[in-house]
């Protein structure tokens, strides 16, 4: 059975910084683009942060870059999300999401797995 889980959540104060991980377990992910999103309350999910299998590439949303950085380590089967400078404005329930392909997906519909999130909330 395939699962996600992640961990690192929690509530900070504006410019602090918050490092989010994602580790999976069942299957190998290291031929899978993995995604992170946030969904803040009343909206939709939205994509975040997007790493290809072999780290050589990555996709941020125009709000968190210079801020988040993603990463992998595909021996541990595990992602991570580094938020630095948070904002108000970040607050949200962070998911890792595990992509059907390689490269930088961006739609929500390209990815196949989930975590169940965890909640970010910074404090003005």
């Known amino acids: 059975q395939v699962q996600l889980v992640e961990s690192g959540g929690g509530l900070v104060q504006a410019g602090e910084s918050v490092k989010l991980s994602c580790v999976a377990s069942g299957r190998s992910f290291s031929t899978s683009a993995m995604g992170w999103f946030r969904q803040a309350p009343g909206k939709e999910r939205d994509l975040v942060s997007v790493?290809?299998?072999?780290?050589?590439?990555?996709y941020y949303t125009d709000s968190v870059k210079g801020r988040f950085t993603t990463s992998r380590d595909n021996a541990k089967n595990t992602a991570y999300l580094q938020m630095d400078r948070l904002k108000p404005e970040d607050t949200a329930v962070y998911y890792c999401?595990?992509?059907?392909?390689?490269?930088?997906?961006?739609?929500?519909?390209?990815?196949?797995?989930w975590g169940q999130g965890t909640q970010v909330t910074v404090s003005s």
């Open positions: 999401a595990v992509a059907a392909d390689y490269g930088l997906p961006r739609g929500i519909s390209s990815y196949r797995y």
């Open positions: 790493i290809r299998w072999d780290s050589r590439s990555t």
